[in-house]
């Protein structure tokens, strides 16, 4: 597991982290920025890095941006958004072929950190304002991004649950920011919030590859510098318990129903029993061998997806099934027989013993690439903790079963949403 | 066993034909955790029309026989496989596409006797007519699945315009209408006459010892009984060179509009070194139409037909081939006929420079050392060329070679009115 080690230095304004290896053809530059979801924010941080990675001071077209990776020998450069916890996350991803691999020897590693360096912090600006033509043309296309969720039903009865269930909470905001704030942006007011984000925000690269860690700091240190800072952190509030079950169901024209379902694990990442929860996950609904999995699909034969995942940041398991429209009741039911088994107890060391296996087995490949291995180490980030990978391991594989019969039973069930067709309502 | 280096990207791969037919290839991947393998036959869901072994007539099988024959091969008198996988710490899967169904697993440790369960669990069906029945719910899930789903709905309706005859048309899952008619008898049938091991491709990516492994591999193939297999006989009905359809509209419950627009391949009985040049020359060709740097690229998404959902993409197998671009939009005619312009403009001889096209290659070159960083591409498309008789590690070589010349003789041959088509997802009123 050499590969994570990971040497972690203070820049100004940012931590570095350089994982030396030699595994791959490519380097791969992680830029990720943090702050907290909020309402007001949500829509123009959703925005801003489509526009920096529009076009830049030095290419100021799209067209001139592009040619100039395709000539680095097609690096890539790509952003994602994400939600973790109640903190709203910006990822920027530049991958660059090493020229060892080349008979040309232009010295890509640095021709890529300059370009990133030219994207975060060189925008097609004029005066105060961002360009105009590239904030319209990235306001249209995040419009139809936020509608297009509507059109991909799995995704779209994902966000509903998390809608309902986290109604009040800035995690029920959506990753792509709302669509009635996109006509509220302008140049001028999404170059203010640039300009407060580089200098609020909890940043971090991530630098992968065969590369040497002097010469990445060296790099760092000439082409990356910001303000120093002290990141916002997000007081989490207590969430108020609901008396029921909340059951949502709403009509679409669809053939197949979408049935979701969230839970409060009441655990988060940094927890001391975490492992247990990822455990429980596991035997619960992460893999085909789950409780779930047998059950709604082999057993009864009701669906072909059916599988529950964790939001370690915020505390939520979500169940996620494609079933028939009729099967809604038979399905919710055979669903909750398995949390109550688990609260019980009712499962074997064996399925134990294989579900330890198998995420071990999955935390290392995740760590085979660059960008599974960034999402792991980027946990302690978001956690402000420090947990290394062998840790993770252990104290997984020391995990009793005890100890997950403890975890099952703070588990709550909170809301049941289903996306059902229009000819299911008699 | 045979050794083929790869200097330049610092490969080593390693082969060998066993007597039964079945063909293995290692790639030791150092550094790396996980161990990859596929293991893969040359059946899809086009084959659908074929004499089965020890017969003489050529019979035609139920849409979506291979993908259900997939699902049932898991499935053992003692339980299911992915139980088996588990325990030893892999997660195992699989997929059938048009021409291929493969089976694989990764792992980070107990490879051995991963590969032992994945080669035994390929080999040793058991079907019955009570589990068939069972799979018929599951599938049905499937197939229901993808019928909401637009992007689906909508790549196969444009294949369904562009082919007449030829059953790449036919959804892979088969309709709930279709799978009703499998039987055991029909599944053993199938796997009887596509699972020999002459007609498989065995490959193993990982931090793997390829002696070891390939000694484990023959031993394993040794102990079983293989009688030599006979030439498949498949059949598939003339195809005309026009598509059958120019356009399709279909209705849905969408907010936003889709359009794809397509070309029927030209040359679809090329294999080895001649479909990679061509494949190659279109992927090249369709990046300097339609890349992000393109100036047709810019001009759609200024106008606001194009957001970041657009793509293209070509497709060639023996027998079928198709191009085709496209995504979400708000305005799918006018994205149709924009889109249909700029092709024929490079039909016409457009002016593509030579900057332009070495840097289209770079950016391919490029493209395949990333993908090359991915054991699941390697195993994939390894398989995928070495069934049509190319080398996946020529791809940079055959890059290199093409030139303006090819580009516009391409253009000028493949692109053209009666092999064109248009497919829409339109918001149901």
Known sequence: ?426 | MEKINFDQLQEELYHEKLANGLNVYILPKKGFNKTYATFTTKYGSVDNNFVPLGKEEYVKVPDGIAHFLEHKLFEKEDGDVFQQFSKQGASANAFTSFTRTAYLFSSTSDVEKNLETLVDFVQDPYFSEKTVEKEKGIIGQEITMYDDNPDWRLYFGLIQNLYQNHPVKIDIAGTIESISHITKDLLYECYNTFYHPSNMLLFIVGPVDPKKFMDQVRENQAKKNYKEMPEIKRKFEDEPLQTGQPKQVLEMNVQTSKCLIGMKALHVDQTGPELLKNELTMNVLLDLLFGKSSENYNQLYNEGLIDETFSYDYTQEQGFGFAMVGGDTENPDKLADELKNMLFQAKNGTTFTEEQLDRAKKKKIGAFLRAVNSPEYIANQFTRYAFNDMNLFDVVPTLEKITMNDIKTMASEVISEERFSVCQVIPKK
């Open chain 1, 1 to 426: 597991m050499d590969s994570t080690a990971e040497k972690i230095t203070t820049m100004q304004g940012y931590k570095l982290h350089v994982i030396e290896t030699d595994k791959y053809k490519t380097n791969t530059f992680v830029w990720k920025m943090k702050a907290p979801l909020t309402k007001e924010g949500v829509t123009k941080r959703a925005l801003l890095p489509h526009v920096l990675q529009s076009s830049s001071a030095n290419y100021p077209t799209t067209t001139a941006l592009r040619s100039y990776l395709d000539e680095l020998y097609g690096a890539t450069l790509f952003i994602d958004l994400a939600k973790k916890g109640e903190y709203h996350i910006i990822s920027f991803t530049l991958e660059i072929a090493n020229e060892k691999f080349l008979s040309d020897p232009t010295p890509l590693l640095k021709k890529g950190f300059e370009l990133l360096s030219e994207v975060l912090t060189k925008p097609n600006v004029s005066g105060n304002a961002f360009d105009q033509e590239t904030v319209n043309k990235e306001k249209r296309t995040l419009k139809q991004r936020i509608q297009s969720v509507y059109d991909d039903k799995m995704r779209y009865s994902n966000v509903r649950l998390l809608q309902e269930m986290c109604k009040g909470e800035p995690y029920a905001l959506q990753v792509n920011g709302e669509a009635e704030d996109v006509d509220t942006i302008t140049p001028e007011n999404l170059y203010e919030y640039f300009k407060k984000a580089f200098s609020e925000d909890e940043m971090d690269l991530y630098v992968i590859g065969d590369v040497k860690e002097e010469e990445v700091k060296s790099l760092a240190e000439n082409l990356l510098k910001f303000e120093d800072r002290t990141p916002k952190k997000v007081v989490t509030t207590e969430i108020p318990k609901k008396d029921q079950v909340n059951e949502i169901k709403e009509e679409q024209d669809v053939k197949q129903g979408k049935l979701n379902v969230g839970y409060r694990t009441n655990i988060v990442y940094g927890d001391s029993d975490y492992f247990a929860l990822q455990l429980f996950n596991g035997i619960f609904g992460g893999f085909s061998h789950s409780k779930l999995f047998i059950n709604v699909r082999e057993k009864a034969s009701l669906a072909y997806y059916v599988s529950s995942r964790l939001e370690s940041h915020k505390g939520l398991m979500m169940v996620m099934s494609g079933i028939d429209l009729k099967n809604y009741d038979q399905a919710v039911g055979i669903i909750r027989d398995q949390l109550e088994a688990m609260q019980k107890g009712d499962f074997t060391d064996q399925e134990l013993i294989q579900t330890k296996a198998v995420i071990r087995n999955q935390i290392l490949e995740t760590i085979d690439t660059s960008r599974g291995l960034t999402e792991i180490l980027y946990h302690n980030v978001v956690a402000a903790k420090d947990i290394k990978l062998e840790q993770w391991i252990n104290d997984m594989e020391k995990t009793t079963k005890e100890e997950i019969v403890a975890v099952a039973n703070k588990i709550e069930l909170d809301t049941i949403y289903f996306l059902t067709g229009t000819e299911a309502v008699k």
